[in-house]
Nanobody, 114 residues
Framework: QVQLVESGGGLVQGGGSLRLSCAAS????????MGWYRQAPGKQRELVAT??????NYADSVKGRFTVSRDNAKNTVYLQMNSLKPEDTAVYFC?????????WGQGTQVTVSS
């Protein structure tokens, strides 16, 4: 089993910044595909950004504003969110894929006020 522990959510004004962190409880996840999804009220969960050993993917809605990064020594993935908009309000879930299985964190709320 692996746990993905998120931190860093909160309330921020439009135009502000937040950084989310997600630490995996197992060291072999340092090379897993990891990243972030989000789910707004009444909407489906959607990809925000993911990072593998060979590529990084972003949703069009966050390109140029959000940056995903990772510290493999700490088994941690980050999401730096700048120029936040009210439509970025959602629960953000850490995601990891390893050995053909998907793993999810418990979610952290991000609320952007207008």
């Amino acid at each position: 089993q692996v746990q993905l522990v998120e931190s860093g959510g909160g309330l921020v004004q439009g135009g502000g910044s937040l950084r989310l962190s997600c630490a995996a409880s197992r060291s072999d996840f340092s090379r897993a595909t990891m990243g972030w999804y989000r789910q707004a009220p009444g909407k489906q969960r959607e990809l925000v950004a993911t990072m593998s050993s060979s590529s990084t993917n972003y949703a069009d809605s966050v390109k140029g504003r959000f940056t995903v990064s990772r510290d493999n020594a700490k088994n941690t993935v980050y999401l730096q969110m700048n120029s936040l908009k009210p439509e970025d309000t959602a629960v953000y879930f850490c995601y990891a894929r390893k050995y053909g299985l998907d793993y999810w964190g418990q979610g952290t709320q991000v609320t952007v006020s207008s």
